[in-house]
């Protein structure tokens, strides 16, 4: 009897703590998030939430890069029972908004400024004819090069202008026993030297042409050749296990000094930082070289699902703003290893490269070089996305000619038409 | 109830007849009602998604289910698409080649284990243990095996051997057999354990007549007991084929399709076009593709082998 007064004591003290924490609401986000930083950041977020009384159910579905966080996202609306909100990456809030499923957050976003916060480039991904279906809380830039700053020393060599300036480090890097650049086959890491080749030989403009609008004549130009041109010759800086190495990988390989370099995202320097090295000692991040310098940038958006819930829509109100507070944005971004969505928070308290990621910002706007990246669904739909993706794959690896990359690539994009 | 009771009460006389219909007509529709939730499950979730799926296949369907009609647009486009050539190029060499390498080692290993060698059990055990690993283990592990800077290239090469090249997972027109290694090293174990059963099950006075009769022991094997081992080939071959189409999860693990998506088989192309590359319909399509090869390929099969079963022997 004893042992069902204390179950029953239990009990009653358990209920009351989470009974408080949803005072108000929950809401069941849904993300792909699930490495210790991202988790760390996202708890900035879920802190503020609980603070003004919400609670959240985490629905974390890892993998493939969200790709199986998109499929539970599609097998959930289609039994009619959608989480409170999801992560977007790419199209997929544009897609869901057009299929009507999304709440529009205009109102708070008109009396708030949101609209203004952002860049014209970004508002494409999160707006439409006036709503506001998604709330931008990260940005990240995804043509950095990461190199290790003793590899660099040892070699007499500086930062790269040119890309021919680049794969001339190759042979002295090699000869010192250096891999001089680190990647794997995996047709994303290739292909985001490819987006950022695209931009840095032919400038934005052809960028904008070639990649967003799909122009067959952009497609098959000489630029286009010459892009493949010199991504063949970055193939020749790569050593040979690279099939089925992990992005992380070839980031270690750069931080113990096995690699001089690497082609990557943002979300690389948080390897460096794990290894306790420091920007400009240890390890360096610059821009991909060009004469006018892109900044390929991708962001992370939550967008919230249409509800009868009335606790739901409560929370999922408290999220939008949450995620739109300047100050959440600096907190989560300092932790994630990006910068704010909303272009007028303060540099204050990032490190040196996130300074550097909001100074090139600046100025790629000032140059019309601020372009969505392609690998990670930011310049056209993922049918057409992914049609880069296998031609650049495949070409990294095989003896395919440039013409003949080219021709796969404009046959390709028709078919997926 | 009652009935059973009354029945029971008179010993001696013989079961009355409402008794007897009711345990008869019990004992007839048991099986089907046993059977009835199970069948049900099977109708729905294989029968009418297969349905669903060729519906979709013959819609425009994207990024979510789109309920139209547009004919055989999507199967023209999946043929047109070279990456769906490779896949099921890929099909047919893996499972042809996993098949006839796990079957001719499989058996190998069972004749070799069935001549009453000592510590059998152990070896069983350990050419069995793989079948226990996850397919996403064996692809991983094979993965760094293979790998030219970390595996057997490496390791034959600080041995002396300067010269040594194995780098076929590097290379995409032998990355696909890296995945057939890795499927056989996986599934042999589990084909020789289904031929050694077989083995045992032979009536060793067959045997035994044919040694007396003179005939020598690969005679023996060749002409006696690899045709007694029919059933057991049935069994795995079915087993076997099932395993390579769903060869997903490994293919992910090993290679995730490269490099170049040399590797792709049509389960991984299908995932992508349905779940990555909002192109459901063309995913639709491919499915149905891969449900007519294995319907065209096992459907007879198992006919004749079944068939003969009932009338032969």
Redesign the interface.
């Given at each position: 009897m004893t042992k069902y007064k204390t179950l029953l004591l239990a009990t009653a003290l358990a209920l009351p703590l989470p009974v408080l924490a949803q005072e108000k609401g929950t809401i069941e986000v849904l993300h792909h998030w699930v490495s210790e930083s991202e988790s760390a950041a996202l708890n900035v977020v879920r802190e503020r939430m609980a603070e003004q009384g919400f609670g959240w159910q985490d629905s974390a579905v890892g993998g493939?890069s969200g790709?199986n966080a998109?499929?539970a996202l599609?097998t959930r609306?289609?039994s009619g029972n959608p989480p409170g909100a999801m992560q977007f990456l790419g199209y997929e809030g544009l897609?869901w908004n057009a299929?009507g499923v999304v709440r529009d957050f205009s109102e708070p976003a008109n009396e708030k400024g949101w609209f203004d916060a952002i860049e014209p480039e970004v508002a494409e991904f999160v707006t439409a004819d006036g709503k506001f279906f998604a709330m931008p809380i990260n940005m990240h830039r995804q043509n950095w090069i990461w190199a290790n700053k003793k590899v660099f020393d040892a070699n007499g060599l500086s930062v790269p202008q040119t890309w021919a300036e680049l794969i001339a480090m190759g042979p002295k890097l090699k000869a010192a026993g250096v891999v001089p650049l680190a990647t794997g086959?995996?047709?994303w890491q290739i292909q985001l030297i490819f987006d950022a080749l695209v931009t840095d030989l032919n400038g934005p403009d052809f960028y904008r042409k070639a990649l967003v609008e799909l122009d067959t004549e952009a497609l098959s130009s000489p630029g286009m050749i010459a892009v493949f041109d010199t991504l063949r010759e970055v193939r020749g800086l790569v050593?040979?296990?690279?099939?089925?190495r992990d992005w992380a990988v070839a980031t270690g390989m750069v931080a113990s000094g096995e690699a001089a370099m690497q082609v990557h995202g943002d979300w690389a320097k948080g390897e460096f930082l794990a290894h306790g090295l420091k920007e400009g000692e240890d390890f360096l991040c610059f821009a991909t070289p060009s004469k006018t310098p892109s900044y390929l940038f991708l962001i992370d958006s939550f967008g919230a699902f249409t509800t009868r819930d009335a606790a739901t829509t409560a929370a999922q109100a408290a999220l939008a703003e949450t995620i739109m507070d300047p100050e959440v944005q600096r907190a989560f971004n300092r932790i994630k290893g990006s910068i704010p969505a909303r272009s007028d928070v303060s540099v204050d308290g990032f490190d040196s490269c996130a300074v550097k990621s909001f100074e090139d910002r600046a100025a790629a706007i000032g140059n019309g070089a601020m372009l969505g990246a392609l690998t990670h669904g930011f310049a056209s739909?993922?049918?057409f996305a992914?049609v880069f993706a296998?031609v650049v794959?495949?070409?990294?690896?095989?003896d395919m000619t440039s013409q003949q990359a080219v021709d796969?690539l404009v046959n390709?994009i028709a078919?997926?038409m | 109830m009652t009935d059973i009771s009354q029945s029971a009460a008179v010993p001696g006389t013989a079961p009355q007849r409402p008794a007897a219909t009711l345990s008869a007509r019990l004992a007839r529709w048991l099986p089907r009602l046993v059977m009835a939730p199970s069948f049900l499950v099977v109708l729905i979730g294989v029968y009418l998604f297969i349905a669903w799926t060729l519906w979709i296949s013959l819609s425009s369907s994207a990024m979510l289910p789109r309920y139209d009609f547009v004919g055989l647009e999507q199967y023209v486009r999946l043929w047109n698409t070279p990456r769906w050539h490779t896949a099921v190029i890929n099909l047919f060499l893996f499972t042809g080649l996993f098949l006839a390498v796990t079957i001719a080692l499989g058996l190998l290993m069972a004749i070799l284990l069935d001549q009453n060698i000592r510590a059998e059990g152990v070896l069983r055990t350990v050419y069995l243990y793989p079948m226990a690993l996850s397919f996403i283990v064996t692809g991983t592990a094979w993965k760094w095996v293979l790998n030219p800077e970390l595996g057997v290239e490496k390791v034959v090469q600080s041995w002396g051997w300067d010269t040594f090249a194995f780098d076929w997972i590097t290379r995409p027109e032998t990355a696909i057999y890296c995945v057939v290694i890795a499927a056989v090293w996986q599934s042999t174990g589990f084909a020789m354990a289904i031929f050694l059963a077989g083995l045992r099950g032979i009536d060793s006075s067959i045997i035994k007549a044919a040694q007396i009769e003179g005939a020598s022991l690969p005679r023996i094997y060749a002409s006696i007991i690899v045709p007694l081992l029919r059933p057991a080939f049935l069994s795995v071959i079915v087993l076997l084929s099932y395993i390579s189409i769903k060869s997903f999860d490994l293919v992910l693990a090993l290679t995730n399709a490269g490099p170049g998506g040399s590797t792709e088989m049509p389960s991984t192309f299908m995932f992508a076009y349905t779940f990555q590359r909002n192109q459901m319909g063309v995913g639709a399509a491919s499915a149905i593709m891969m449900l007519m090869t294995v319907a065209a390929i096992i459907i007879p099969y198992l006919y004749s082998e079944l068939r003969e079963d009932t009338h032969g022997h």
């Amino acid at each position: 009897m004893t042992k069902y007064k204390t179950l029953l004591l239990a009990t009653a003290l358990a209920l009351p703590l989470p009974v408080l924490a949803q005072e108000k609401g929950t809401i069941e986000v849904l993300h792909h998030w699930v490495s210790e930083s991202e988790s760390a950041a996202l708890n900035v977020v879920r802190e503020r939430m609980a603070e003004q009384g919400f609670g959240w159910q985490d629905s974390a579905v890892g993998g493939m890069s969200g790709a199986n966080a998109t499929q539970a996202l599609r097998t959930r609306l289609a039994s009619g029972n959608p989480p409170g909100a999801m992560q977007f990456l790419g199209y997929e809030g544009l897609n869901w908004n057009a299929e009507g499923v999304v709440r529009d957050f205009s109102e708070p976003a008109n009396e708030k400024g949101w609209f203004d916060a952002i860049e014209p480039e970004v508002a494409e991904f999160v707006t439409a004819d006036g709503k506001f279906f998604a709330m931008p809380i990260n940005m990240h830039r995804q043509n950095w090069i990461w190199a290790n700053k003793k590899v660099f020393d040892a070699n007499g060599l500086s930062v790269p202008q040119t890309w021919a300036e680049l794969i001339a480090m190759g042979p002295k890097l090699k000869a010192a026993g250096v891999v001089p650049l680190a990647t794997g086959d995996e047709a994303w890491q290739i292909q985001l030297i490819f987006d950022a080749l695209v931009t840095d030989l032919n400038g934005p403009d052809f960028y904008r042409k070639a990649l967003v609008e799909l122009d067959t004549e952009a497609l098959s130009s000489p630029g286009m050749i010459a892009v493949f041109d010199t991504l063949r010759e970055v193939r020749g800086l790569v050593d040979d296990g690279f099939v089925g190495r992990d992005w992380a990988v070839a980031t270690g390989m750069v931080a113990s000094g096995e690699a001089a370099m690497q082609v990557h995202g943002d979300w690389a320097k948080g390897e460096f930082l794990a290894h306790g090295l420091k920007e400009g000692e240890d390890f360096l991040c610059f821009a991909t070289p060009s004469k006018t310098p892109s900044y390929l940038f991708l962001i992370d958006s939550f967008g919230a699902f249409t509800t009868r819930d009335a606790a739901t829509t409560a929370a999922q109100a408290a999220l939008a703003e949450t995620i739109m507070d300047p100050e959440v944005q600096r907190a989560f971004n300092r932790i994630k290893g990006s910068i704010p969505a909303r272009s007028d928070v303060s540099v204050d308290g990032f490190d040196s490269c996130a300074v550097k990621s909001f100074e090139d910002r600046a100025a790629a706007i000032g140059n019309g070089a601020m372009l969505g990246a392609l690998t990670h669904g930011f310049a056209s739909q993922p049918q057409f996305a992914a049609v880069f993706a296998d031609v650049v794959g495949q070409f990294f690896v095989t003896d395919m000619t440039s013409q003949q990359a080219v021709d796969m690539l404009v046959n390709g994009i028709a078919n997926a038409m | 109830m009652t009935d059973i009771s009354q029945s029971a009460a008179v010993p001696g006389t013989a079961p009355q007849r409402p008794a007897a219909t009711l345990s008869a007509r019990l004992a007839r529709w048991l099986p089907r009602l046993v059977m009835a939730p199970s069948f049900l499950v099977v109708l729905i979730g294989v029968y009418l998604f297969i349905a669903w799926t060729l519906w979709i296949s013959l819609s425009s369907s994207a990024m979510l289910p789109r309920y139209d009609f547009v004919g055989l647009e999507q199967y023209v486009r999946l043929w047109n698409t070279p990456r769906w050539h490779t896949a099921v190029i890929n099909l047919f060499l893996f499972t042809g080649l996993f098949l006839a390498v796990t079957i001719a080692l499989g058996l190998l290993m069972a004749i070799l284990l069935d001549q009453n060698i000592r510590a059998e059990g152990v070896l069983r055990t350990v050419y069995l243990y793989p079948m226990a690993l996850s397919f996403i283990v064996t692809g991983t592990a094979w993965k760094w095996v293979l790998n030219p800077e970390l595996g057997v290239e490496k390791v034959v090469q600080s041995w002396g051997w300067d010269t040594f090249a194995f780098d076929w997972i590097t290379r995409p027109e032998t990355a696909i057999y890296c995945v057939v290694i890795a499927a056989v090293w996986q599934s042999t174990g589990f084909a020789m354990a289904i031929f050694l059963a077989g083995l045992r099950g032979i009536d060793s006075s067959i045997i035994k007549a044919a040694q007396i009769e003179g005939a020598s022991l690969p005679r023996i094997y060749a002409s006696i007991i690899v045709p007694l081992l029919r059933p057991a080939f049935l069994s795995v071959i079915v087993l076997l084929s099932y395993i390579s189409i769903k060869s997903f999860d490994l293919v992910l693990a090993l290679t995730n399709a490269g490099p170049g998506g040399s590797t792709e088989m049509p389960s991984t192309f299908m995932f992508a076009y349905t779940f990555q590359r909002n192109q459901m319909g063309v995913g639709a399509a491919s499915a149905i593709m891969m449900l007519m090869t294995v319907a065209a390929i096992i459907i007879p099969y198992l006919y004749s082998e079944l068939r003969e079963d009932t009338h032969g022997h």
